[in-house]
């Protein structure tokens, strides 16, 4: 290793770079990360955190694994269009390229000011990131990006040229070489390097090319259009077409296998007028608007349709509340329960299953693990419910936000041709909160009050992280293969993108299509960017804070009285106080919903009140405290009328009996037919017994017009009261990591000194030792006590090789300060700390060399 290594200079440029000085290139990516200052090895480490785990040991390891495949994709699949397509054109440069032939390559022979504005940035950012690494002039990608990246006949690169013309005929004899120059008008030469070189220098000279290329048969061009854009290979007989053959026979066309043939690059980008691109992308699309409301019109909107998710959310939680649907043995909802879920909800499937996704997502909703296990409201509902309004809408859009399940996957398949089930498994995308975010971000770019044109959102999204993918050759006729014409599946990012603009207004977010200003509350300000997860979290809930406080005075305050009519009904003209609404829910049916709801009392519901404890008195006192008009008299009357019927029959348990002082009334139950499945025979001429169980006869009678009660075994009447099944305890489902968490800034810190500090250690001058496996000096015990205590007199670093209790072997430069009972204590220049080490656990200590 050199130790004249370039240093850390104020010419370093934003990413960190330094430019090149004689003699200071660097020979590999870990000497470029090594001339880096510490902001940008902290840059590289916050865009790319997968190479934080675990931490390297020095800067030759962080090198490594960032020329991994998995580390390599994962960052170019996150760079925007142009920076993903500045790298195919390095990919397809010369190694090592220059900034001027990578310009060349993206602006065209004709240049591109946007493109030559926008280039400095991209490159910088695969500087920043490790993708690209050296000076200006000796630009080279990293060796995974340039195999991922550049040309083969298994995969063409993804700007759709094949290989150079000294790939194209690495396997070829050189007197088909000669033979091929002399056919192009060259002069023939005494090796085939040398034709190669002239041939490649012709196909790059745009007037001998330009020349050439007038001579050409007319379809033979035809076929060179076809091939230019890529797939650069295509297919050829034994005996090729003569405008194939005059192709062949002048290296426009090169054999890479029996029947193939490519367009060589030189050739491809001549044809091209110099552009690795079809159409470069330097600028981002604007996201442009299509309607433009009042955004007073906005926020009422987005603040109505917010009471009606919560709305949703509670009725939903309602109809669930004595226990929910079962769950499927492989988990979720079935079909059925979803089509059940959707007419309660008075909704479609797709809107039942979002809605369903988001109480999941909240943590208001879980399976209750019992052996007959079901879907129940958790504690954690109870609690919800007791929020405000404006707190309980922030809690659900907050979720929503963080949430990874994706409720608009719900009916499709998975990858084993499974459906995909509501509350199931395998509904988790990493991306999801990812796109979510950014769509509202992206909407509030927008002027308060425009709604976009959902094309150029999706146009911006897929600018920003363009959907991953290669060019595939497809056979073509006349020997020549065409781009495909077939389109490419939907990327999952462009479907989140849709379905969150679409669940963005079910949930009050949106009004119109446009931002409201609740919604844009729950964006971060961009004072609060994320430095790790722990400051997203508290982002997100300074956020939900904001979005609830603007919310608040939008919702309608709940109302303490409905208006009661003569046809049986009460119209609550708002949203009713939570005991109120509770109260009539028991008392009457929902009739209708909207802006105002319309109750029904029918003798069904009268006696559910009565069944739940209630008098004919207490419904009589309820309705006049809570109706602003008087209570009319059919209401009345059907009150008393229900009242008086009901618990004049009793039943208990024998199997069940029925009981009433009337002789009469038993007798038109024995003797109507609608009781022969009840199978009752007469014990007295009070009493009925029956072999059917009591809530089979309760439910019996009641149908056949009677009002029968309950009574316990000591003939008092059973007041019942429908049952709250709760979930144990349960916590809302994490949501899937896009990756490795992002790292804080204390951790990047700590990281930075620690890779710097094993640097020392690993590339410090030292003396020749032995070494152990690994590259451990190994000495004997007493070589190292006296080492070390030689150390300690003359004030020297050494290196020292460490195992620690986990086995774990190490490196480190230290500077022993005192040494006694079987224990050195130094100070670690890896650690950057002093230090207490066993000497039993030391492999070996070598001198540092004297420079």
């Known amino acids: ?44 480490l916050r865009a790319r955190p997968d190479l934080l785990s675990p931490v390297p040991t020095d800067l030759t390891q962080l090198a490594t694994r960032a020329g991994t495949r998995a580390s390599v ?9 142009f920076a993903q397509q500045v790298a195919e054109a390095v990919a397809v440069a010369s190694e090592p390229a220059s900034y001027d032939e990578v310009r060349a390559l993206l602006a065209g022979d004709d240049g591109d000011a946007a493109v030559e504005e926008a280039l400095p940035r991209a490159l910088a950012t695969l500087h920043e990131q490790a993708l690209v690494w050296g000076p200006d002039d000796r630009l080279r990608l990293v060796r995974t990006a340039r195999e991922l990246l550049a040309p083969t006949p298994q995969h063409p690169s993804p700007t759709g040229l094949g290989p150079t013309v000294a790939e194209a005929t690495a396997g070829m004899s050189p007197t088909r070489v000669q033979d091929i120059v002399a056919a192009a008008g060259l002069p023939t030469t005494h090796d085939p390097v040398s034709a190669v070189r002239s041939l490649t220098a012709l196909f790059t000279d745009r007037t001998r090319m330009s020349a050439l290329l007038d001579e050409a048969p007319a379809e033979s061009v035809e076929v060179l259009s076809r091939l230019v854009w890529g797939p650069p290979y ?12 005059w192709l062949l026979d002048r290296g426009l066309l090169l054999p890479t296998a029996p029947g193939t043939v490519v367009l060589p690059r030189e050739a491809a980008l001549h044809l091209r007028a110099g552009r690795a691109h079809r159409t470069t992308e330097p600028t981002p699309p604007p996201v442009e608007a299509a309607r433009e409301h009042r955004p007073q019109v906005v926020d009422a909107t987005a603040a109505g349709q917010a009471y009606t998710a919560l709305a949703t959310v509670e009725e939903l939680l309602k109809d669930w509340d004595e226990g929910g649907p079962a769950v499927l043995r492989a988990g979720g909802l079935s079909v059925r329960d979803l089509k059940r879920t959707a007419v309660a909800l008075d909704t479609s499937e797709p809107m039942a299953a979002f809605w369903v996704e988001l109480a999941y997502a909240a943590g208001l909703i879980a399976s209750d693990g019992e052996t007959d296990e079901r879907y129940a409201a958790t504690p954690a509902y109870d609690e919800w419910q007791e ?59 927008l002027p308060e009050g425009c709604a976009p044109v959902p094309e150029s959102l999706l146009a911006r999204l897929g600018w920003e992280r363009p959907a991953a993918g290669r060019p595939r050759p497809a056979p073509a006729k006349d020997g020549a293969a065409n781009p495909s014409d077939s389109p490419t599946p939907q990327d999952l990012r462009s479907r989140i993108a849709r379905w969150t603009l679409s669940e963005a207004e079910l949930l009050g977010v949106t009004g119109r ?9 729950l964006l971060p300000a961009p004072t609060e960017n994320a430095d790790s997860d722990a400051d997203g979290l508290a982002g997100r809930a300074v956020g939900a804070g904001r979005a609830a406080r603007l919310l608040a005075p939008l919702l309608p305050e709940p109302l303490d009285h409905v208006l009661l009519q003569a046809d049986l009904t009460a119209v609550a003209p708002g949203p009713l106080e939570r005991p109120l609404a509770d109260a009539l829910a028991v008392l009457a049916d929902v009739e209708s919903k909207g802006g105002a709801t319309v109750y029904r009392f029918t003798p069904g519901s009268v006696r559910r009140a009565l069944d739940a404890g209630q008098s004919a008195s207490d419904l009589h006192a309820f309705l006049a405290a809570h109706s602003r008009t008087p209570v009319p008299q059919p209401l009345a009357y059907l009150i008393d009328d229900v009242a008086r019927k009901h618990g004049h029959l009793r039943i208990g348990a024998a199997g069940a009996y029925v009981r009433c002082d009337d002789e009469a009334l038993l007798n038109e139950i024995m003797a109507d037919k609608r009781a022969q499945s009840l199978r009752l025979r007469r014990l007295a001429p009070t009493v009925l017994a029956a072999q059917a169980d009591p809530g089979t006869l309760l439910d019996g009678l009641r149908a056949m017009g009677f009002a029968p009660a309950a009574e316990s075994a000591e003939g008092d009447v059973l007041v019942t009261r429908a049952h709250a099944h709760r979930t144990p305890p349960r916590s809302a489902p994490e949501p899937v990591p ?37 590259g451990l000096p190994r000495t004997t015990a007493a070589e190292t006590l006296a080492t ?34 079987g224990f050195v204590t130094a100070y670690d220049h890896t650690a950057d700390e002093v230090r207490t080490y066993p000497l039993h656990r030391v492999t070996g200590v070598a001198e540092l060399a004297d420079d």
């Open 1 to 44: 290793m050199s130790t004249d290594e370039p240093q850390p200079t104020d010419s370093a440029d934003a990413s960190g770079h330094v430019a090149a000085r004689a003699g200071d290139v660097p020979r590999s990516l870990a000497e470029a990360l090594r001339s880096r200052a510490d902001g940008a090895l902290a840059g590289l």
């Open 73 to 81: 994709v994962r960052a170019l699949e996150r760079l925007d269009r």
């Open 234 to 245: 295509g297919q050829v007989t034994a005996d090729p077409a003569r405008h194939l053959r």
């Open 387 to 445: 929020l405000p309004a404006p707190e309980r809408w922030a809690a659900l859009a907050t979720a929503w936000l963080a949430a990874t399940r994706t409720a608009g996957l719900v009916g499709g398949r998975d990858g084993k041709d499974r459906t995909l089930s509501a509350l199931g498994p395998h509904l988790d995308r990493s991306a999801a909160p990812e796109v979510r975010l950014r769509v509202l971000s992206l909407l509030g770019t």
């Open 513 to 521: 299509g446009a931002l409201s200003t609740h919604g844009r509350a």
């Open 738 to 774: 896009d990756g490795p968490p992002l790292p804080g800034p204390t951790l990047i810190d700590a990281a930075v000194r620690a890779i710097r500090a094993g640097d020392l250690a690993s590339t410090a001058p030292r003396k020749e030792a032995p070494a152990a496996d690994g």
């Open 788 to 821: 070390m205590q030689a150390a300690v007199m003359t004030g020297e670093a050494v290196w020292i090789g460490y195992v620690n209790a986990e086995g774990a072997a190490s490196q480190r430069v230290i500077a022993p300060v005192r040494v006694e009972g």
